[in-house]
């Protein structure tokens, strides 16, 4: 039986001659790190108060940077951002370090971000508790952000007796009643040193923004508590919008470091995009959540702005395609 090759041909012939753009000469890749600090410095703090500082990794090269971000020290922890990542060419990535001593005196440890990056230094000073009762509320703020009508989501907030003498607490929520306090309510008393944990929920019933107060009881105050109903999405980025990237655009948008950045594949096509500036159209971004005019991305594939259509020719995205894209953007375009 004769095998007919050629729709193979064909198609290698189209990909072959596809004008991703200005392709130039050849590109040595590279990685290149760029700290923000080489110290983070927290201070003098009370034992069992908290504070946080934000380190951001920038890789500045025109290849990914793989980075190990870990700390083994009882007095600093790596709250956000830690572990093994790869930092896109163009991107940043942020590090949120927590100091909490539990041993008076100078302290100082290294932080270690891998084989391509130095290490950042780490310093603070553990000071006695003040006498009296004493509180910190741990986060000062809670920001429930975008949930999902008819779900849920939970926030873990701390509170830290860091005073000498005994501290009693009553913990109320007031105000929308989608926030529920699920865990830690009521009245308490923890010893000097000791940690309590509320656990509030957010189930918004509606759509729209929804407010309330978490109060603590007079010595600790109260701290605001936000949130913002939407519909269920209809459109999943990882089933939907994830795939037409594969088929369509990561010919181009790939390994490649000429496209302006932008490399569609997953895991790193979702950090890519929303709310990144584009190289090619800046102060525009690539995706902006919830506006189709604002989006350069959805300006190229639509060709109704920023300049002509892509992808080009045989990888044109379907009108179905589209349709899904722009659903996903006015949906907020969610990493979901």
Same mark, same amino acid.
């Not at 509320?137 to 008819?150: A, L, N, Q, S, W």
């Not at 957010?202 to 949130?227: H, Q, R, W």
């Given at each position: ?157 701390? !509170?830290? &007796?860091? /005073? ?5 607490? =009553? %913990?109320?929520? *007031? $105000?929308?009643?989608?926030?529920? +306090? ?30 309330? !107060?978490? &109060?603590? /009881? ?5 701290? =605001? %508590?936000?949130? *913002? $109903?939407?519909?269920?999405?209809? +459109? ?32 790193? &096509? ?8 584009? %190289? ?57």
């Amino acid at each position: 039986m004769r095998v007919h090759r050629l729709p193979l041909l064909a198609v290698l012939l189209v990909v072959a001659s596809i004008d991703c753009s200005d392709m130039g000469d050849p590109v040595e890749l590279a990685s290149s790190c760029d700290r923000s600090t080489g110290t983070l410095e927290f201070g003098a703090l009370d034992l069992g108060r908290v504070e946080h500082r934000t380190l951001v990794i920038t890789n500045s090269g025109n290849d990914g940077l793989p980075c190990s971000i870990g700390l083994d020290d009882p007095n600093f922890s790596v709250l956000n951002g830690g572990g093994n990542v790869v930092i896109p060419p163009g991107q940043s990535h942020s590090v949120v370090v927590r100091f909490s001593p539990v041993a008076l005196g100078a302290h100082d440890v290294a932080m270690e971000l891998g084989d391509g990056c130095p290490p950042v230094q780490l310093t603070g000073t553990g000071t006695p508790p003040p006498p009296g009762a004493h509180c910190q509320i741990v986060p000062d703020v809670v920001g429930f952000g975008v949930v999902d009508m008819e779900t849920f989501a939970d926030v873990v907030v701390e !509170i830290r &007796s860091v /005073g000498q003498d005994p501290l009693d607490v =009553d %913990v109320v929520i *007031t $105000g929308s009643a989608a926030f529920e +306090v699920i865990s830690g309510g009521g009245p308490a008393t923890l010893q000097s040193g000791e940690i309590d944990t509320v656990v509030v929920r957010f189930a918004p019933t509606v759509t729209g923004n929804a407010a309330a !107060i978490l &109060s603590f /009881g007079s010595t600790c105050g109260s701290i =605001d %508590v936000t949130g *913002t $109903g939407v519909l269920p999405a209809t +459109v999943s980025f990882a089933l939907h919008i994830q795939p037409i990237f594969n088929t369509r655009c990561v010919v181009c948008h790939g390994q490649d470091p000429r496209q302006g950045g932008l490399d569609l594949r997953s895991p790193q &096509s979702y950090a890519n995009l929303v709310n990144r500036t584009s %190289v090619g159209y800046a102060p525009n971004v690539r995706i902006s959540p919830g506006s189709l005019s604002s989006s350069v991305l959805y300006g190229k594939i639509t060709g109704t702005n920023f300049g002509e259509q892509m992808p080009p020719g045989f990888f044109l995205i379907p009108q179905a395609d589209r349709d899904r894209i722009e659903t996903w953007i006015l949906e907020g375009a969610r990493n979901n």
